[in-house]
C-alpha cells in the first residue's frame, strides 16, 4: 500500500471498475474448496495444487501471459453449479465494495464452461443472482461483458458469440470483448463476430497492446470497430494511433499489476500512464485478476501513485474518465460524478 499523503483519498475516492474477470477473481481457498465439494480432479504432478501457500506461491512467479492462462483455465474447472457461479461474483463484489468500487464492468469466459459441459445459462444466471444482490446489499452496480478466447478457432468463437447474442441484445449483457492468448490470435480473425455485434449495436472492446504490438491495438479499433481497449500499453508505438484514441476518447483499461506479474513490464514506472495524461488519452485503473495478481483495484491504485507521484487533480480525471466512458446509463454517471465531487470537496 502507498504511504504517501493521498492515501486515504485514494482510498475514499469512489472506483469504476472496468477490467476484471470474474473467473480470475477465484481466490486459492476457494478454488480448493470448490474442488474438494465438486470432485475435481486437479494436476497431480503439479505440487501447487496441494496448499493455498503453494498455489500463492506459483502464481507469485509467472513467466508470461500464456503461464498464467494455465493455471487460470485448471482453477476455473472447480467451478460446477449456479451457486459456485455466483459465490465467486458475490465474493468479488463483496471484495470490490470494501474498496470503494462503486461501479464495475466485468468479464467472463462462456466458452472455458460450455467447452467442459458446463451449461452457458448456468453461468449466466449465477452471475446475475450475484450481481442483483450486489446491488441490494451494497448500492453497487454492474455490467457483464462476455469474453470470446481468441485460443479457440473463430468459427468456434463465433458459435459462442451467437448463443450470448439474446442476452446481449437484451440487456443481460452489456458488451463483447475478446481474451485469452494474444501473440499469434489477431483482432482481425474475429471481425465477423464484432461486424454482427456492431450491426445490433453491441459495445465493443478487446484486448490488445498486452503482450503483442501496437497493430493489434489498431486493428481491434479498425478492423474490429471497439470504442474501448483492455491493456493497451503499446500504444507510444504509434504517435497517430495514440492521438486519435485522445481525440476519439477511446477508454484505455489498464491492469498496471497484471503487467508486472505477466512480465510485460519490469515495473510500473515503465507504464506509458505520464504520456497518456499529458496527451490526454483516456484510461482507467484496474485489477484484472486480483486472485492471481497480488492485488484488487485499491492495490494497484496504490501501486500506480507510489510509482508516478500523480496529483490530487490528475487522480480526478482518472475517475472522471472512468466514470464517464462507462456503459452504463447517464443518470448512474450523474451519481457517481457527484460522489466523487462530494469526496473531492472533502479533502480540499
Ligand atoms: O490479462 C489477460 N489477458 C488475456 N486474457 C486474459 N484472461 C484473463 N486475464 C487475461
Ligand atoms: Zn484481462
Same mark, same amino acid.
Given at each position: 500500500?502507498?504511504? @504517501?499523503?493521498?492515501?486515504?483519498? +485514494? ?10 474477470? +470474474? ?82 464492468? %466485468?468479464?467472463?469466459? &462462456? ?10 445459462? #448456468? ?6 443472482? /450475484? ?28 458459435? /459462442?458469440?451467437?448463443?450470448? *447474442?439474446?442476452? *446481449? ?8 470483448? *475478446?481474451?485469452?492468448?494474444?501473440? @499469434?490470435?489477431? &483482432? ?20 490488445? @497492446? ?10 481491434? %479499433? ?13 500504444? &507510444? ?15 484505455? #483499461?489498464?491492469? &498496471? ?53 500523480? #496529483? ?24 457517481? +460524478? ?11
Amino acid at each position: 500500500m502507498c504511504q @504517501g499523503p493521498l492515501h486515504d483519498l +485514494l482510498v475514499d475516492l469512489p472506483k469504476v471498475e472496468h477490467h476484471m474477470h +470474474l473467473e480470475g477473481s477465484l481466490e486459492p481457498n476457494l478454488l480448493l474448496e470448490l474442488a474438494k465439494r465438486n470432485n475435481i480432479e486437479l494436476p497431480k504432478d503439479d505440487d501447487a495444487f496441494s496448499s493455498v501457500e503453494s498455489l500463492l506461491a506459483r502464481y507469485s512467479r509467472f513467466t508470461s501471459l500464456d503461464d498464467f492462462l494455465h493455471y487460470y483455465f485448471i482453477g476455473m474447472t472447480t467451478l460446477i453449479t449456479e451457486s459456485d457461479f455466483e459465490s465467486l461474483a458475490y465474493a468479488y463484489f463483496q471484495k470490490a465494495h470494501s474498496q470503494r468500487v462503486v461501479h464495475a464492468e %466485468v468479464f467472463f469466459d &462462456p466458452q472455458a464452461h460450455t467447452n467442459r459441459n458446463v451449461p452457458y445459462d #448456468t453461468v449466466l444466471s449465477g452471475f446475475k443472482k /450475484a450481481q442483483a444482490r450486489a446491488k441490494t446489499d451494497f448500492g453497487m452496480t454492474s455490467e457483464l461483458i462476455v469474453c470470446l478466447l481468441r485460443h479457440i478457432p473463430p468459427k468456434d468463437c463465433h458459435q /459462442a458469440y451467437l448463443q450470448a *447474442l439474446p442476452d *446481449l441484445q437484451s440487456g443481460k449483457i452489456s458488451g463483447l470483448g *475478446l481474451s485469452s492468448t494474444e501473440k @499469434g490470435n489477431h &483482432p482481425s480473425l474475429f471481425k465477423e463476430s464484432y461486424d454482427d455485434a456492431k450491426k445490433h449495436g453491441i459495445k465493443l472492446t478487446a484486448h490488445a @497492446g498486452e503482450e503483442a504490438d501496437v497493430s493489434y491495438m489498431a486493428s481491434a %479499433v479498425d478492423d474490429l470497430g471497439c470504442t474501448r481497449i483492455d491493456h493497451g500499453i503499446k500504444l &507510444p508505438q504509434d504517435p497517430e494511433l495514440l492521438a486519435r484514441f485522445a481525440r476519439d476518447k477511446i477508454l484505455v #483499461t489498464m491492469c &498496471p499489476l497484471s503487467n508486472v506479474e505477466l512480465r510485460c513490464v519490469k515495473s510500473i514506472s515503465e507504464l506509458p500512464i505520464r504520456q497518456y495524461i499529458d496527451a490526454r488519452v483516456p484510461f482507467s485503473i484496474n485489477s484484472d485478476d486480483p486472485a492471481y495478481f497480488g492485488g484488487y483495484i485499491q492495490e494497484n491504485y496504490c501501486a500506480v501513485q507510489k510509482a508516478f507521484n500523480l #496529483t490530487v487533480e490528475e487522480w480526478a480525471n482518472i475517475v472522471t474518465n472512468s466514470i464517464t466512458l462507462s456503459w452504463c446509463n447517464e443518470e448512474r454517471k450523474d451519481e457517481m +460524478l457527484k460522489d466523487l465531487s462530494d469526496t473531492l470537496a472533502r479533502y480540499a
